[in-house]
């Protein structure tokens, strides 16, 4: 089994540049020029006016002067010479009359009244220089300047050179013409209505020829070959002798014993390897085809049968043998390095290329710019809703660690990097505090806009923010917390939110609550346990400013009555600006009796966090309604019982 990087190398090192054609103007868009292009006369050919205005003697200065011609885009004023005392009206690109030698825009001057049967007249306003606002000739283009190289890709813009310096006729690398075959006796037409049992719609082929149509080459429908070896055979010798300079199949290229699409091509030419340390994509055959009546090897690339596989393949190797044969003098696809929005457990055995889409965000989790990349779902092979919307291919090693959300990755881009829509993982390009790896949700209801307290809950897990299991202990605070409202003083939740057991991540998403969105009230679940990845209270203890132990004392209290293992929990609470912070449990039943601990003494901490220095104890007797009392003797009498004193002494 041959790496990725070897396969790659082995189909570029055969993949020979096709001979250069000539084409017309209008069907050069996209190729690669085979020679360079001199411009034949210079631009401006003429010396050009840059504004609407007067061309002028410079040296004449303010004063006003009769206007002579008028010099407009095209034959307007040829043969006039301009001689001192006299100005001509010209306009932008139009040729500057001989003896001018400036221009003065036409915002710098005023015109004149004159009777009908007089010359024009204007005053030129200010003093100019010479030069002014003239394009000389040749200053945007010299005579037999090399206007474009050999190699170069053509696009818009260059075609209008082209059209600039008068090339209507250009020498260009053509485009290969592939061939697309699919292989199963399986697979019906797109067209079928109603499958019988056994059956299946044929996918991979029109996905095939539709990638091959988007890389502008010429393609060939071979249609759906049964499980038959003399069959397939005849197909393929009828497309080699077509003049095709890629053949694409898929299926028929793994282990089984109707499998013949490599002995086929083994026959017709030498297979270079047949399978790839990769997933998805491994039983991939790659061979050269030399058929007697093509000039050139053809190209053949045996496709996994599972339609992820075949077109992650087909963008990481017949992609750059495709621009390899059209001319490109880099045919490798483009990489960028992004940011992951949410963990991703790579394969333990094969490197693996995740589909994802990646977009530009103004904060990629770390403060700046930059790409963030957000998977596209499970990927499964055969899952093809996993390539949907996907313009990148994300390269992980086989280690079989989990990626953690935040990391930067390899990013190859496979189509246009464009605005797009994420999901409900979507990074806000309006949030400068938004970050990649935490699912976060704002919760609204009929009466959260209007919650006296603000709560926001916070699971801290790795298997739930991976998604490899359900969030069991956020919905069950949510309704603990809510149930409790009114004995809270009017509390609601009004945010949620998941992130791995990552210190940076937890902090990250506490400073934002606390320090921007301003919560009354943060609840963490999970993370408080003995385990290596338990960090919940050390990223908490960085940042509060205020311990309160007097709430975990009563939680740890409630919870011992359930369990001895509750003396475990290293939770950690306290105050952050006007937030309130507070560790618990994991474990959703353990949210319940916290909270109820937690209840008799909560409202009343809220609202003196929210500034509110005369809330006390519903029981506290203000000091000014008190009724005065000699303390001494209250003392006294407590002690003695509140009976007379028998000793002389004390009398």
Request: hydrophobic share 40%; glycine share 8%; with cysteine.
């Amino acid at each position: 089994m041959i790496s990725v990087a070897d396969a790659l190398q082995t189909v570029l090192s055969v993949s020979k540049r096709l001979p250069p054609v000539t084409v017309p103007l209008h069907d050069a868009l996209g190729k690669v020029l085979a020679q360079d292009v001199h411009a034949p006369d210079p631009l401006p050919p003429y010396p050009a006016s840059l504004k609407d205005g007067y061309a002028v003697v410079s040296a004449d200065g303010p004063g006003e002067y009769p206007i002579v011609t008028e010099s407009r885009a095209g034959n307007d004023g040829l043969g006039v010479i301009l001689t001192p005392g006299t100005v001509a009206y010209v306009t932008t690109g139009g040729p500057i009359p001989d003896g001018a030698d400036a221009v003065v825009q036409v915002e710098d001057t005023e015109k004149v009244d004159n009777a009908l049967d007089e010359p024009k007249r204007v005053k030129i306003l200010v003093k100019t220089t010479k030069g002014n606002d003239i394009r000389p000739v040749g200053v945007d283009i010299e005579k037999d300047a090399i206007v474009l190289t050999a190699g170069e890709r053509l696009g818009a813009s260059e075609i209008g050179l082209l059209a600039t310096v008068g090339v209507t006729m250009v020498k260009v690398y053509p485009t290969p013409s592939v061939a697309v075959l699919s292989t199963g006796d399986e697979l019906v037409e797109p067209t079928t209505g109603q499958l019988n049992r056994g059956q299946i719609r044929d996918s991979n082929r029109a996905m095939l020829l539709a990638a091959a149509v988007q890389h502008q080459c010429k393609v060939l429908d071979l249609g759906i070959a049964k499980d038959d070896e003399e069959c397939q055979a005849r197909i393929l010798d009828k497309a080699f002798a077509s003049g095709i300079n890629i053949l694409l199949t898929s299926g028929g290229v793994s282990m089984g014993d109707k499998d013949f699409i490599k002995p086929l091509l083994e026959k017709r030419g030498k297979v270079h390897f047949n399978k790839v340390s990769m997933k998805p994509g491994k039983p991939l055959t790659f061979a050269e085809i030399d058929f007697q009546s093509t000039e050139s090897k053809i190209l053949a690339f045996g496709l996994p049968g599972n339609p992820v596989s075949s077109l992650v393949c087909f963008h990481l190797f017949v992609v750059p043998a495709l621009r390899q044969l059209a001319g490109w003098t880099n045919p490798h696809h483009l990489r960028v390095q992004a940011r992951l929005q949410q963990p991703i457990k790579t394969d333990p055995f094969r490197p693996e290329y995740h589909r994802a889409t990646v977009v530009w965000n103004e904060n990629d989790g770390t403060g700046s710019p930059g790409f963030v990349a957000e998977s596209t779902g499970h990927q499964r092979s055969s899952r093809l809703l996993s390539m949907k919307s996907a313009n990148a291919l994300l390269e992980f090693p086989a280690t079989g660690s989990v990626v953690s959300a935040g990391t930067p990755v390899s990013a190859i881009i496979i189509s246009d990097l464009r605005s797009m829509a994420f999901g409900k993982n979507h990074i806000s390009p309006d949030s400068a505090f938004a970050l990649p790896g935490i699912k976060s949700h704002k919760i609204t209801t009929d009466s959260s806009g209007d919650a006296e307290f603000r709560v926001a809950i916070l699971t801290v897990s790795d298997t739930v923010a991976m998604g490899a299991g359900p969030d069991r202990s956020g919905p069950r605070a949510v309704s603990v917390i809510n149930s409790s409202s009114e004995r809270l003083g009017g509390a609601s939740v009004v945010a949620t939110a998941v992130v791995p057991d990552d210190v940076p991540k937890i902090q990250n998403i506490l400073r934002r609550w606390s320090d921007i969105e301003q919560m009354d009230l943060v609840i963490t679940l999970g993370g408080t346990g003995f385990t290596s990845r338990d960090v919940t209270p050390e990223a908490t203890k960085e940042l509060i400013e205020k311990e309160t132990p007097g709430l975990l004392h009563v939680m740890m209290q409630e919870s011992l009555k359930v369990t001895p293992t509750a003396m475990l929990s290293r939770s950690t609470a306290g105050i952050r600006g006007s937030t309130l912070i507070i560790n618990m449990p994991g474990n959703p039943n353990a949210v319940a009796e916290c909270m109820e601990a937690l209840l008799p003494a909560l409202k009343h901490g809220l609202k003196q966090l929210r500034g509110d220095k005369r809330e006390k104890h519903p029981r506290h007797v203000p000091h000014a309604e008190a009724v005065p009392a000699n303390v001494w003797e209250q003392s006294y009498k407590l002690a003695t019982g509140g009976s007379d004193v028998s000793c002389s002494c004390c009398k």
